[in-house]
Structures are given as structure tokens and as C-alpha cells.
């Protein structure tokens, strides 16, 4: 209905262009007729370009909203657990895991944490759980998830021993008794992860413990360092004073935000070996809050920027590949979503979908924009999409409508070839906040030169000068990182686990930002601090966004509180 539209709108202004005589004639006006007639012209093409672009955005109508039906697939067995150390290491002889066993004396106590936690304080060496539950004859598959046990351990499936690995699978539509005998060497002990049975792997593991599972499965995907405990850093970027920061990691993959999916870059060279970046940090003249990654990707020099504009118009991420040898380089590069975290944990894809101009859908919702448009695209399930580029196969355009447990993926790809000396640029641009339009990426380079002079005009503001560039340059950074963690309910001290608000932090945060100037921007979050505080004068230390003060108790938040008063009215 779009297209149809936009053509008529095209052909009515094509006249009009063609016949301005004949139209101011008609128009009986003169000189006001051409006025009208520019007026005609111009709203015709206005309204045409505006639906141009309302079509450039439009999701492909084959893409499903974030919510799917999702079966009760999981189930942790809390019908209680019965726990029992075992100092004498008699239960073998005994029978402890056999399915008639009765333990109606023992403890009930259930896996999830060491069992000193439970109130074992003292306990080392052997002891058991046990549990029996019922699984649905309507599960086609069923599997018992078991992650966290300290220090060795068995396991018995319905009286009958088999290796307690991540995975096991279960009968389905019958009761099942499981037992574990835990050996503890000393220290925590017990299971400390709590046992979920689950209708697929993806049900039967906590999220970060899955994506673990699969990589083990798949030794040769490549995965994020945090998957096998590797070093991993990250930094972020955004605009002073948004509630949302995006992030990129030491191996230069990205997120938009901080609960978005994970974005990486792969290339498949001519021998058909897959690469990812390998790069170092910096920032944008050394002090601007907006990270660069230079390296290597195979045989590739790369470098990107990726920054969020200063007026919190859109994030964009800008990659450049280079040719530095004396021959042609050919090969291919994906543009990779997947349902994995910065850090540790997924972040569920469950729809996603492209349109055409390099439009790109995850979710429901508009997730990015790509320049250049891509040479082919695909979706599907993690696990078939990753093999395909594993394996070098072709890419089957597709729109994923629904991937129940949360693991789709979502690839663009582009055929290179770069002659030697050659350079080819890639800019992807993502909204800054969940739910809006991405930007167009063809106002990137335009919005780093007025972000890069933004921030050098508010990170530049305050008069002060250090003997050691190194350290001048740390201080100047800080300023903007400080800004970009100032939500608008005050500052956060991180995108991650530490997205909330401390008290102890924004009072000494706040400090800093009243000796750089920045007056009315503490004065604006005092106000949160005290939103929570209860009648005997109790502060919260701890104030999640939208959910309100965590549980945790610390009694020194009424103090770093009047500090930061004091401060201010000093």
C-alpha cells in the first residue's frame, strides 16, 4: 500500500514538474501562484519522502513480536529434598540410592547453594540429596541440568548409577528418583547450582551455564572469553544523563545496550578458516569517552569507532577493513547477533527478521541499520545458523517468527574482495534506547565530528592543567565517564550488575561533579536519594530503576547522604 502511494504521490509531482505553466494557469494566481505551486510541489515530495522512509523502517510483516508461546518447560524439584551427610561413608553399602530407599528422616535441604549455607557448617567429606518428581507424558524430551558440584559426585537415575554431566537425559511421563553423593575435600561443599529438569537443554540450565554446554559441544564456534572463565574486559559509551549505556568488549563486539544481544564481526577467509578481531583499546583522542579497537582481522587491518551521539540520537558503530598487502584479498564478512551477553548470561532472541536497505528486526523491534546493504541474510535456531557458518554453507534468506527458548540468531553477510591497498567501510547504527528507530547510519560520520567537539568542549570546560599528560589524560576521560553514568535518577556506577543506584556512590560521585561545576546536574538526583527513605530516617543504600531499594542493609547510606547535602550547600 506503501509502494502504491508513494507512486502516485511521485507521478502527481512529476506532472506538476512538467506542466508548471499549465498548473499556475489553472491556479489563476500570479505571482501567489507560484508560490502555491512550490507549496504543491514541495509538501507532495515532503509527504513522499516521509513515507519513503516510513517504509525504510517498516518491520517485514513476517516478524514476530518478543513474546512466544513458551510450554512450561522447566521445572526445578523443590518436593522436598532430602539431604544426609554421611561422616562413616556407609550409604553405598546401604542403598542410599536405591529408589525404595526410605529417607523420611533425613533433612530436607535443597541443592542451590554450598551446604554450609544451608546450616552444615562444619561438614566435609560425604553426603547425599535426594528427590523424585513427576515428569508430563506430553514432554518429548526431558533432561536433568546439573551444574556447581564441589568437589566430585555420582549420580543415580531410578536406582541405576550413570555420570553426573551437565546434561542427562530422563524418562518422560513417569516419576523419577535421582540421588547424588557428594564428596567434599574441604571448604564449600555440595551442589551449589539448583538442579532443573527441563524439556530441552536450553530449559534444563540456567542461561550462562547453557551457552557453556554448547560451547563444549562446539569446540569450534567461536565463542566470547567469558564462556571458559578467559580475561575479558569491556568499556562502554553513551550521552550525559541517559538511562541506557552501550558497550563493547576487548575482542570488539557490541551491544547497543546493556540487555541487547551480542554483535560481532567474523571473516571467512579464501581457505575457508573463520576469524575474529583481534584488537587493542583506546579511546578517541586519547580522552573521549568513545572507544576505538584497532588490529587485526585475518589477513585485515581493522579499525572501528563506536560511540553513542551526544544527543542521544542513535549509536553507531564505524569499521574499516584494509588491505596493507601487495595482493587481492577475497572473502566474506558476517555481521553476527547472537543471544550471549557482554558478560556472563544470554540475552533471548526470539524473533528476527530483515527488510530491505539493511533493516534489521530482533524482537519485534527495529534493532539496527546497516551501510552498505548486505549481500544475503539469514535467521534461525543458534545451534543450526552457527554450524552453517561454521561449515562454510550459503546463507538461506529466512525471517525467524519464533524461537520459544530464547535462541535465535541472526547473521548479515558481505562478499569482499579488496585490491591491494584497498579500504572498505561498514557503519551500523542502533537506537540508543530498546523500542525506537535505529538512526541512518549515512549521518554517522556527522555525528562523530559534532559528538567528538561536544565532548571536547564539556570534558575541556574545567580549568585545570597536571604536569603528567598520561594522568591529564585519565582525569579528562573520568569526566566524561562520570557524565555518561549520570542517569537521570543520578549516577549508576555501571551498565551491568552494578546498573542501580548506590548511595555511598553518588555521594562521592556527586562531590566530584560539584567541584567540576556541575551544580543543577546534583541538585537534579538529590531528590532520588530520598525517595525511599523510611520514617525513622532509614536511607536504602541500594535503589534499583523502576523495581525500588534492594534488600541488602548497610547502615552508612544516612551519612555518605548528609555528606553530599553538605557539600552542596557549602
Given at each position: ?13 512529476a ?5 508548471p505553466?499549465?498548473?499556475l494557469?489553472?491556479?489563476?494566481l500570479?505571482?501567489?501562484g507560484l508560490?502555491?505551486?512550490g507549496?504543491?510541489v ?7 519522502g ?10 517485514p510483516?513476517?516478524?514476530a ?5 513458551i510450554?512450561?518447560?522447566t521445572?526445578t524439584?523443590?518436593f ?5 551427610p554421611d561422616p ?16 523420611v ?8 547453594a554450598?551446604?554450609?549455607e544451608?546450616?552444615?557448617?562444619d ?6 540429596y535426594?528427590?523424585?518428581f ?7 524430551a526431558?533432561?536433568?541440568?546439573t ?6 559426585g ?21 516419576r ?23 524439556i ?6 540456567l ?6 554446554w ?9 565463542m566470547?572469553?567469558w ?9 562502554f559509551?553513551?550521552a ?12 570488539a ?17 579464501e ?5 575474529t ?11 573521549l ?8 582481522l585475518?589477513?585485515l ?50 524473533s ?11 524482537n ?8 552498505p ?13 552457527s ?9 538461506i ?9 530464547g535462541?535465535?540468531?541472526a ?20 537506537p540508543t534506547t530498546?523500542?525506537?528507530?535505529a538512526p ?6 556527522a ?39 549520570l542517569?537521570?535518577?543520578g549516577p549508576?556506577?555501571g ?9 555511598r556512590?553518588a ?10 561545576g556541575y ?36 547502615w ?5 547522604l ?6 552542596y550547600?557549602?
Amino acid at each position: 500500500m506503501l509502494s502504491v502511494k508513494l507512486a502516485v504521490l511521485v507521478a502527481t509531482a512529476a506532472k506538476l514538474l512538467a506542466h508548471p505553466a499549465r498548473a499556475l494557469a489553472k491556479s489563476r494566481l500570479w505571482p501567489p501562484g507560484l508560490l502555491l505551486y512550490g507549496a504543491i510541489v514541495g509538501s507532495v515530495l515532503a509527504l513522499g519522502g516521509a513515507l519513503l522512509y516510513a517504509q525504510w523502517i517498516s518491520p517485514p510483516p513476517h516478524v514476530a513480536a518478543a513474546e512466544c508461546d513458551i510450554p512450561p518447560a522447566t521445572s526445578t524439584p523443590h518436593f522436598p529434598w532430602r539431604f544426609q551427610p554421611d561422616p562413616d561413608d556407609v550409604g553405598l553399602t546401604q542403598g542410599w540410592f536405591a529408589p525404595a530407599f526410605n529417607d523420611v528422616a533425613w533433612d530436607e535441604s535443597d541443592p542451590g547453594a554450598p551446604w554450609e549455607e544451608r546450616g552444615y557448617l562444619d561438614l566435609d567429606g560425604v553426603a547425599w540429596y535426594r528427590a523424585a518428581f513427576d515428569i508430563p507424558d506430553t514432554w518429548p524430551a526431558a533432561y536433568l541440568g546439573t551444574v556447581g558440584i564441589d568437589d566430585t559426585g555420582q549420580l543415580w537415575i531410578n536406582g541405576r548409577e550413570t555420570t553426573p554431566d551437565t546434561l542427562v537425559p530422563l524418562p518422560t511421563g513417569e516419576r523419577v528418583q535421582i540421588t547424588y553423593r557428594i564428596y567434599d575435600k574441604g571448604g564449600f561443599g555440595g551442589i551449589k547450582k539448583s538442579v532443573r529438569v527441563g524439556i530441552s537443554p536450553a530449559a534444563a540450565l540456567l542461561p550462562d551455564d547453557y551457552a557453556r554446554w554448547l560451547a563444549v559441544q562446539n569446540p569450534d564456534w567461536p565463542m566470547p572469553p567469558w564462556i571458559d572463565g578467559s580475561y575479558h574486559a569491556w568499556t562502554f559509551t553513551g550521552a550525559p544523563y541517559a538511562a541506557d549505556e552501550a558497550i563493547i568488549s576487548a575482542g570488539a563486539a557490541v551491544v547497543p545496550w546493556a540487555k541487547a544481544p551480542l554483535v560481532e564481526l567474523w571473516l571467512r577467509d579464501e581457505d575457508g578458516r573463520l576469524h575474529t578481531p583481534d584488537v587493542t583499546f583506546s579511546l578517541l583522542d586519547d580522552v573521549l569517552p568513545m572507544p576505538q579497537a584497532n588490529g587485526r582481522l585475518a589477513d585485515l587491518s581493522f579499525a572501528s569507532t563506536f560511540f553513542t551521539a551526544f544527543d542521544g540520537e542513535g549509536t553507531y558503530w564505524q569499521t574499516a577493513l584494509a588491505n596493507e598487502t601487495d595482493t587481492p584479498w577475497r572473502g566474506t564478512l558476517y555481521v553476527v547477533a547472537r543471544p550471549l551477553a557482554i558478560t556472563a548470561g544470554l540475552r533471548p532472541i526470539y524473533s528476527a527478521g530483515f527488510s530491505r536497505d539493511g533493516n534489521f528486526w530482533l524482537n519485534g523491534n527495529h534493532f539496527a541499520t546497516a551501510v552498505p546493504q548486505p549481500t544475503a541474510t539469514t535467521t534461525g535456531l543458534w545451534q543450526n545458523v552457527s554450524a552453517t557458518l561454521v561449515n562454510g554453507g550459503p546463507l538461506i534468506a529466512s525471517a525467524l517468527d519464533c524461537a520459544p527458548d530464547g535462541n535465535g540468531m541472526a547473521v548479515f553477510a558481505y562478499d569482499l574482495t579488496l585490491d591491494s591497498a584497498a579500504t572498505w567501510n561498514l557503519t551500523l547504527a542502533f537506537p540508543t534506547t530498546p523500542g525506537q528507530s535505529a538512526p541512518n547510519p549515512r549521518r554517522a560520520t556527522a555525528a562523530m565530528e559534532s559528538t567528538r567537539a561536544a565532548w571536547q568542549t564539556e570534558i575541556g570546560a574545567p580549568d585545570l592543567t597536571l604536569p603528567d599528560g598520561f594522568v591529564m589524560n585519565g582525569y579528562k576521560a573520568s569526566v566524561g565517564y562520570l557524565l555518561i553514568a549520570l542517569d537521570p535518577d543520578g549516577p549508576h556506577p555501571g551498565p551491568l550488575e552494578h546498573d542501580a543506584l548506590w548511595v555511598r556512590d553518588a555521594a562521592f560521585i556527586g562531590e566530584t561533579l560539584l567541584s567540576l561545576g556541575y551544580t543543577e546536574a546534583v541538585a537534579a538526583f538529590i531528590p532520588s536519594l530520598f525517595a525511599y527513605q523510611r520514617h525513622d530516617g532509614y536511607v536504602p543504600a541500594i535503589i534499583e530503576p523502576g523495581h525500588g531499594p534492594r534488600p541488602d542493609v548497610e547502615w552508612d547510606a544516612q551519612g555518605q547522604l548528609i555528606f553530599l547535602i553538605a557539600e552542596y550547600y557549602r
